[in-house]
């Protein structure tokens, strides 16, 4: 039992519209051996050492449904066994994931497509190897797979690491409550780094978090908070009750300021944190000075202050409103006359709500040096029993972190005390602050009581608010929320993700230009790079979810148009969990046979991953039966239909129906774009007023701009503006790089175009078909090394009768095929199809192809180059010289009529034949040659 592969999804993907985790599990000969068959000796330790296992509901969809799988007269296959396993031990180190999902893939006997639910990508990968570890072990030895696990595999062991591994890189619960709180209000978040650095919401609209910092957080405010020394001056001017406090760098100096203040003193760091080396209540200089080297091990600079007595409360104000009070209790254990100090500790540990560090509501206590000495003070030891009801605190301050308890008394607060909050948080400048506040009832006012501030916390800890040892919890997270988006204010940026076959890049390209002729600030992910208002910030083929993210993450973006290609959902899903507006242009074979995607049926569903997660609107072309079913599967609020077809049925239906549509419209004067909803008609513009349509030739632009137009439209762009940003948009190098980019500054025509698919090709044909050309028709012609045959020969017959001179290539990469394999794959096509072999040239190399298609080429002839470096062959079109071509043609001919060549050359020579037209074929040397 092993697994093969793995993939980590990011967002909405085709096993799901949330993260999952797919990994490709072999169980070899343990396909024999179903659960029902290994019996009790492999389910009841499997369910010992995971015993909420029965909680899981599986196919039963209830309470114990997978151990009824389990125990079943035949079982379950292991394959499912390890999807519930890595689904509850995510579980038990604290995640909260239920889906999975298990099938058997056709043809491979033993193998299982697993899929899981994750909430922090390496615990979720991390679970799958802890699950496979603990199913071997259960296994009995003659079937246990070799080396699958340790000898000296301890699964407790293993279990308390993961849970560390797994709290190591969860979100602290203050950075957690706030993402719930976004969650709750439709926010999106990004996590940014490793820790608690967090993103929330798109574009120009975003805020950031870290921990309980916020975007709106000063930073000057922060560096008051850090030094205590500063913030009691600050609030002590102000006439707010503080501590009397001095500031001292030796043992010596904080025995005389412990003096001067009087006793008993407080000695704490100047700027830790979380209760860290601080000591109170300290009635000695001898305790002064033991207190201070504790304090020293945190700080530099160390504080002695006055003690106040009191309960230690913490007064939690964001946004200048007293949103939640605990009283914190010191870490301690009551005595029961019978165990030991240390057995009490031990006790108090097992309980399920103590935790290492924040991973749980409580944190466990410990013995250190503060714990020591409290107890030295009264004569005990760790070793100690201490009287039935007897308090030993081990603690001197509240913090959780420590081990302290909290109970919420936000209702009990007096009035005097919640204005005394509000303005000290105002007066150090912070927009979420602790305030620390000793008093011997928070319900009086502090002028009764003479209780005293100690401090004002910056990022403070909320951990105690959410989930309060006693008392109400408070939703302080979504008062952060409501100040960082106040109700009725945007989060999101509009997304249009944009997929199909063909077209993408174009539609995309002209979508965003006509969001920029509008004023917006566009962000787009593209086949060659991120950009981010017109700039190429990243170059590359980026249309998969890392690009996504760096669009989404870019403070200056308005609106973000995403080329949403089959790779990137295959591999990684989704960067986003919706789109505004998802668009399906076409679906072609393409990348048939790659990563399980065998038929256009297949890969039809992979596009329509587009359709299920847009909101607003999902657009189709009617025209395709594929993007048609994709209907069904839409939760959108509206289906914008687009056709080429004005008598289309289903369309005209829906157009009756108030519906909205993008129709292509017959006239006397060629083709109008019209979009028709809610019963009103409305005529956009003629084709021929659209630069790249090629005064309407090029039918597939027309549909990608038909496209651009539902898109923007459904996304708020007014008409005018939709046709003012179609009308200005061409297919030059500059906008549309490898999108029919046209060069006419030689004697005769070139379009570069980036066409490697069936469809595509398609095309380009019927748009040369549709050019007066007085010259001949010459085609540059190629496909990726990774397409079937069938889609090979299917690219030869769409070209096959329409040129009157075809040069062969392949791509740069040959993607596991032979270094000539697909231009004689191409060529043995044409040849069925009743093409000359003197209409055909072989010129593998795209740079050599390119070259002898450019020389090849007289005056008035239109070249059409399929390109693959689409940089590099611009560059080979542009810079092409004629007057070159007349000199390589020249020495040429003094080359061939040089007699002393011919004995230099020997069958099976691999020669370029030249005649008037340049390069015409490279072959062999054969016999009768001359």
């Known amino acids: 039992m092993r697994s093969r592969d793995t993939s980590v999804y990011l967002g909405p993907n085709l096993y799901a519209l949330f993260r999952v985790i797919r990994m490709t599990v072999e169980l070899g000969e343990l396909e024999k051996w179903p659960t029902g068959k290994l019996g009790e000796a492999f389910t009841s330790p499997l369910l010992e050492a995971l015993p909420n296992l029965a909680e899981h509901g599986c196919s039963y969809g209830e309470p114990g449904g997978f151990v009824r799988r389990l125990c079943e007269d035949e079982g379950t296959w292991l394959g499912h066994v390890f ?160 501590a009397r406090q001095r500031l001292v760098y030796s043992e010596d100096d904080a025995v005389r300021a412990a003096e001067r203040i009087g006793y008993p003193v407080v000695v704490k760091p100047l700027n830790a944190n979380h209760g860290r080396g601080c000591s109170t209540n300290l009635g000695s200089s001898k305790e002064v000075r033991v207190a201070y080297g504790a304090a020293r091990e945190h700080a530099r600079s160390v504080l002695v202050e006055s003690f106040i007595s009191g309960f ?74 201490p009287e039935k009801g007897e308090a030993v605190w081990l603690r001197t301050t509240g913090n959780l972190s420590t081990g302290g308890t909290a109970t919420d008394v936000t209702d009990s607060v007096h009035p005097d005390n919640r204005q005394m909050a509000v303005r000290a948080a105002e007066a150090v400048g912070l927009d979420v602050a602790g305030v620390d506040f000793l008093t011997t009832d928070i319900s009086r006012s502090f002028t009764e009581t003479g209780g005293a501030i100690c401090e004002v916390n910056a990022a403070p800890g909320f951990r105690m608010h959410v989930a309060p040892s006693e008392g109400e919890a408070r939703d302080v997270a979504g008062a952060v929320m409501d100040m960082l988006f106040p109700p009725g204010t945007p989060s999101r940026i509009p997304i249009a993700s944009i997929t199909g076959t063909n077209g993408k890049t174009t539609t995309v390209r002209m979508t965003a230009h006509i969001f920029k002729m509008a004023r917006h600030s566009v962000g787009v992910a593209t086949t060659d790079g991120v950009y981010i208002n017109g700039h190429q910030t990243v170059a590359g083929d980026l249309t998969g979810p890392v690009a996504a993210r760096m669009v989404l993450r870019d403070p200056s973006v308005d609106v973000a148009v995403l080329e949403t290609a089959r790779g990137g959902l295959l591999k990684r899903g989704m960067g986003y969990r919706r789109c505004n507006v998802g668009a399906v242009l076409n679906v072609a074979a393409d990348h048939l046979g790659l990563r399980g ?73 060629g083709h109008r774009i019209d979009i028709h909803e809610s019963g009103a008609h409305m005529p956009l513009l003629w084709t021929n007023e659209i630069p790249a349509t090629l005064d309407g030739k090029a039918m597939h632009n027309v549909q990608n701009a038909m496209f651009a137009a539902a898109i923007t439209y459904r996304m708020g762009v007014s008409l005018d503006d939709v046709r003012q940003g179609l009308k200005t948009f061409d297919t030059t190098w500059f906008q549309a790089p490898g999108r029919m980019n046209i060069f006419d500054e030689h004697p005769f025509k070139v379009i570069l175009d980036y066409g490697h698919n069936p469809a595509a090709v398609r095309s380009m044909v019927e748009l040369v078909d549709r050019m007066d050309v007085h010259g001949r028709r010459l085609v540059v012609l190629a496909a990726p090394g990774d397409r079937r045959d069938e889609d090979i020969a299917e690219i030869a017959r769409h070209c096959a009768g329409h040129f009157d001179h075809y040069v062969l290539r392949r791509d740069d990469s040959l993607r596991g095929r032979g270094p000539d394999e697909v231009p004689k794959l191409l060529e043995a096509n044409l040849l069925d199809a009743g093409v000359a072999a003197d209409q055909i040239d072989l010129v593998p190399d795209e740079q050599q192809a390119m070259d002898a298609a450019l020389s090849m080429a007289s005056s008035d002839d239109l070249l059409l180059a399929f390109g693959d470096n689409i940089d590099r062959c611009w560059r080979q079109i542009t810079e092409f010289s004629p007057a070159k071509k007349t000199e390589r043609k020249a020495s040429t001919v003094q080359q061939e009529a040089a007699p002393a060549l011919a004995p230099a050359l020997d069958l099976g020579d691999q020669v370029l034949v030249h005649d008037d037209r340049g390069v015409h074929l490279q072959r062999e040397v054969e016999a009768g040659d001359d």
Do not use: W
Request: with cysteine; glycine share 8%.
């Open 83 to 242: 999807e519930h396993v890595a689904i509850e031990l995510q579980n038990v180190a604290g995640g909260d994931v239920t889906f999975g999902k298990t099938r058997s893939i056709p043809d491979e006997p033993g193998t299982y497509t697993v899929v899981y639910e994750y909430e922090e990508q390496d615990v979720g990968l991390e679970a799958g190897k802890l699950a496979m570890k603990l199913i071997c072990s259960l296994l009995p030895e003659a079937l246990r797979p070799e080396r699958s696990v340790p000898h000296d595999f301890d699964f407790e062991e293993e279990l308390s690491t993961f849970i560390r591994f797994a709290q190591r890189r969860a979100l602290g619960p203050s950075t957690a409550s706030l993402v719930k709180a976004a969650e709750e209000r439709d926010i999106p978040f990004l996590r940014l780094n490793r820790y608690s650095l967090v993103q929330l919401g798109h574009g120009k609209y975003q805020q950031r978090i870290q921990a309980t910092i916020t975007s709106q957080t000063h930073h000057i405010g922060v560096e008051i908070a850090s030094d205590k020394e500063e913030t009691n001056q600050i609030l002590g001017d102000l006439g707010l009750p503080v």
């Open 597 to 669: 995607i065998d038929t256009v049926e297949q890969l039809a569903q992979v596009k329509r991953i587009v359709i299920e997660t847009a909101k607003d609107t999902a657009v189709l072309n009617a025209d395709d039966p594929l993007c048609l079913k994709m209907a069904a599967y839409s939760d959108a609020e509206h289906l914008c239909y687009v056709t080429m077809n004005p008598r289309h049925p289903l369309v005209r239906e829906h157009i009756r129906a108030g519906g909205c549509a993008v129709v292509l419209e017959e006239g006397i004067h």
């Open 312 to 385: 230690d409360h913490r007064m939690l104000v964001v946004n200048g409103e007293l949103v939640a009070v605990a009283q914190r209790v010191p870490g301690h254990v009551v005595g029961d006359g019978e165990h030991t100090i240390e057995q009490l500790v031990e006790i108090a540990n097992e309980d399920p709500r103590r935790g290492i560090g924040h991973e749980k509501v409580l944190t466990k206590l410990e013995f250190d040096h503060q714990a020591r000495r409290l107890l030295e003070q009264r004569g005990l030891t760790k070793d100690s029993v």
